[in-house]
């Protein structure tokens, strides 16, 4: 079946880059997400990229793919204390004609000051 | 504007009551998600309606009822709940979900609730 994986955390000092993975299983994928969770909120949608892209970058986002590997990472260039939270991985698959998202199980971002 | 609201924030209810949890979009999206989360966990799907019609329900106890009275709307209908129920139920929505490329889910920010 679908899995994504994900380490559990990350930890980084104020300016520095955090580089968050993910690796998924299903070669089908059409969007590959990431989502943003800070404490007690909802989930807020970062970005995505097509799964026949290789990479995006919106301002201090960096989202690599490898399609070959299965690999998925979020860069996050000079990362500020406000980038604390837990980030999810998400992909979406197709079953019986319809789109749903798989997750993984997230990776809380920890910034030191 | 992609924004789901939801209501209420947070939600305190006992093992006998019923109440409600309330989800809009005004986004002309025709999919709507209910997901529930518990701490540290990533979210669970509970129901998916497409075109306000119920295309999943993923095997969810019956004392979650779920509703969709037009497009734009999604409630919860909950009653005798269990503790364990205690968590973060999280809505989203989504273009669509049949066609490919309209699939990105938006979610709300999520009614916390506490079962005592």
């Known amino acids: 079946g679908e899995d994504v994986e994900q380490s559990l955390f990350l930890s980084v000092r104020e300016g520095d880059s955090s580089v968050i993975n993910c690796t998924y299983t299903?070669?089908?994928?059409?969007?590959l997400y990431w989502y943003k969770q800070e404490p007690g909120a909802g989930l807020q949608l970062l970005t995505y990229?097509?799964?026949?892209?290789d990479m995006k970058q919106d301002q201090r986002l960096t989202v690599l793919l490898n399609k070959k590997d299965k690999h998925l990472s979020l860069r996050i260039a000079d990362t500020q204390t406000g980038d604390s939270a837990i980030y999810f991985c998400?992909?979406?698959?197709?079953?019986?004609?319809?789109?749903?998202?798989?997750f993984g199980k997230g990776t809380k971002l920890s910034v030191i000051p | 504007d992609t924004e789901v609201t939801q209501t209420p924030k947070h939600l305190v209810m006992g093992m006998t009551n019923k109440k409600s949890l309330k989800c809009e979009q005004h986004?002309?999206?025709?999919?709507m998600y209910w997901y529930k989360q518990k701490a540290k966990k990533p979210p669970e799907l509970m129901f998916v309606?497409?075109?306000?019609?119920?295309?999943i329900n993923e095997s969810v106890p019956s004392r979650f009822s779920p509703e969709c009275p037009n497009s734009s709307l999604l409630n919860l209908h909950l009653h005798a709940l269990q503790p364990e129920d205690s968590a973060l139920y999280l809505c989203?929505?989504?273009?669509?979900?049949?066609?490919?490329?309209?699939?990105?889910?938006?979610f709300g920010p999520g009614t916390r609730l506490l079962v005592l």
């Open positions: 990229i097509f799964s026949n892209m």
């Open positions: 989203a929505s989504s273009q669509d979900r049949l066609a490919r490329g309209t699939e990105t889910q938006y």
């Open positions: 309606y497409s075109y306000e019609k119920l295309s």
């Open positions: 299903d070669s089908s994928s059409t969007y």
């Open positions: 986004m002309g999206h025709r999919a």
């Open positions: 998400a992909e979406t698959y197709s079953g019986a004609g319809s789109y749903q998202l798989t």
